[in-house]
């Protein structure tokens, strides 16, 4: 949220002076203006407040619209700050938008909206609005936020399984090795595996929506030494084929030697992967195909007991 209109700012209205204010009340029924909680002269606005305390951590979540478009936070040992950014300091991607968290007493939500496209079309920008999409909160090992697959859903995605296959390792030290998962996927559905990528490794991609006669699809792609995770058309060409600006996140840390989970949900045209506890979400609006494809670029990877399951009955 903006000041309180009545205290006027002398600042124009598209200065990046938007901050999160707060009231103080001893009955709930009469509140006492008490400045700003939250002024770090990062954004336009802060839209969507929240604070909730995990643990020993005061976290303060807002949605920006002027930088990078989408729900932020911070976190402090007190109520009222100082507050400290994280390395990464969000949930998902840009269209991942007005998350606030809710609580069931046991564990933690973020419920917002991944924005539909303009006119439904992969070239243009975000609107104002989209579906439901939920995450449930993972607090890290040292205070820092993820998110994962609700529970819930993965109970419901899960319920009928559509294929699996057995644990198989792609290598290709000069190109591209791949593997079809599936020739054809329903919607919803979810796509679960493990990877362990070996040292070196430029790429590893996850493909779907595709026509195995062309290759035309979309990916989420892995760029493992930059440390990388974003989503885009593929092939792209003629060139802008996919708006994905913010389409990009940083995941964990795929060069530790380590087993990571990987969970594919696809849902009308709606796709969210779940690398461990980080999450990218997005809309996909003209796939050429319904085939899932993985490959690797110039190295080799490890991948586990793959399934492929969809909900038994529609929500």
């Given at each position: 949220?903006?000041?309180?209109?009545?205290?006027?700012?002398?600042?124009?209205q598209?200065?990046?002076?938007?901050?999160?204010?707060?009231?103080?009340?001893?009955?709930?029924?009469?509140?006492?203006?008490?400045g700003?909680?939250?002024?770090?002269?990062?954004?336009?606005?802060?839209?969507?407040?929240?604070?909730?305390r995990?643990g020993?951590?005061?976290?303060?979540?807002?949605?920006?619209?002027?930088?990078?478009?989408?729900?932020?936070?911070?976190?402090?040992?007190?109520?009222?700050?100082?507050?400290?950014?994280p390395?990464?300091?969000?949930?998902?991607?840009?269209?991942?938008?007005?998350?606030?968290?809710?609580?069931?007493?046991e564990?933690?939500?973020?419920?917002?909206?991944?924005?539909?496209?303009?006119?439904?079309?992969?070239t243009?920008?975000?609107?104002?609005?989209g579906?439901?999409?939920?995450?449930?909160?993972?607090?890290?090992?040292?205070?820092?936020?993820?998110?994962?697959?609700?529970?819930?859903?993965?109970?419901?995605?899960?319920?009928?399984?559509?294929?699996?296959l057995?644990?198989?390792?792609l290598?290709?030290?000069?190109?591209?090795?791949?593997?079809?998962?599936?020739?054809?996927?329903?919607?919803?559905?979810?796509?679960?595996?493990?990877?362990?990528?070996?040292?070196?490794?430029?790429?590893?991609?996850l493909?779907f929506?595709?026509?195995?006669a062309?290759?035309?699809?979309?990916?989420?792609?892995?760029?493992?030494?930059?440390?990388?995770?974003?989503?885009?058309?593929?092939?792209?060409?003629p060139?802008?084929?996919?708006?994905?600006?913010?389409?990009?996140?940083?995941?964990?840390?795929?060069t530790?030697?380590?087993?990571?989970?990987?969970?594919?949900?696809?849902?009308?045209?709606?796709?969210?992967?779940?690398?461990?506890d980080?999450?990218?979400?997005?809309?996909?609006?003209n796939?050429?195909?319904?085939?899932?494809?993985?490959?690797?670029?110039e190295?080799?990877?490890?991948?586990?007991?793959?399934?492929?399951?969809?909900?038994?009955?529609?929500?």
């Amino acid at each position: 949220m903006g000041h309180d209109p009545r205290y006027p700012q002398s600042r124009p209205q598209d200065a990046l002076s938007g901050s999160t204010v707060y009231f103080t009340s001893t009955d709930h029924e009469n509140w006492e203006f008490q400045g700003d909680f939250w002024a770090p002269d990062l954004f336009t606005m802060h839209e969507m407040p929240d604070v909730f305390r995990e643990g020993d951590w005061w976290y303060h979540l807002v949605t920006e619209y002027s930088d990078k478009s989408k729900t932020i936070y911070r976190r402090s040992r007190s109520l009222y700050g100082p507050w400290e950014a994280p390395e990464d300091d969000a949930f998902d991607g840009r269209p991942y938008y007005a998350a606030r968290s809710v609580s069931d007493g046991e564990n933690r939500y973020l419920v917002g909206w991944v924005a539909t496209r303009w006119d439904d079309d992969d070239t243009k920008t975000w609107q104002w609005g989209g579906t439901l999409v939920v995450h449930q909160i993972v607090v890290r090992e040292h205070g820092t936020l993820g998110v994962k697959m609700p529970d819930a859903v993965r109970e419901h995605l899960a319920a009928s399984t559509v294929t699996t296959l057995e644990p198989f390792t792609l290598s290709r030290s000069d190109g591209l090795a791949q593997r079809i998962l599936a020739e054809s996927v329903p919607r919803p559905c979810l796509l679960e595996t493990t990877l362990k990528i070996a040292p070196g490794t430029r790429e590893v991609n996850l493909r779907f929506g595709e026509d195995t006669a062309t290759d035309i699809g979309y990916q989420f792609s892995m760029v493992v030494d930059e440390h990388h995770l974003e989503f885009d058309k593929r092939p792209n060409w003629p060139w802008g084929q996919l708006d994905n600006r913010g389409l990009e996140r940083p995941p964990p840390d795929l060069t530790d030697g380590q087993e990571h989970r990987l969970q594919l949900v696809l849902d009308e045209d709606i796709a969210t992967l779940y690398v461990d506890d980080t999450a990218l979400s997005t809309r996909f609006n003209n796939p050429a195909g319904s085939a899932v494809v993985l490959d690797v670029i110039e190295g080799a990877v490890e991948i586990g007991a793959t399934s492929v399951a969809t909900s038994a009955t529609q929500i």
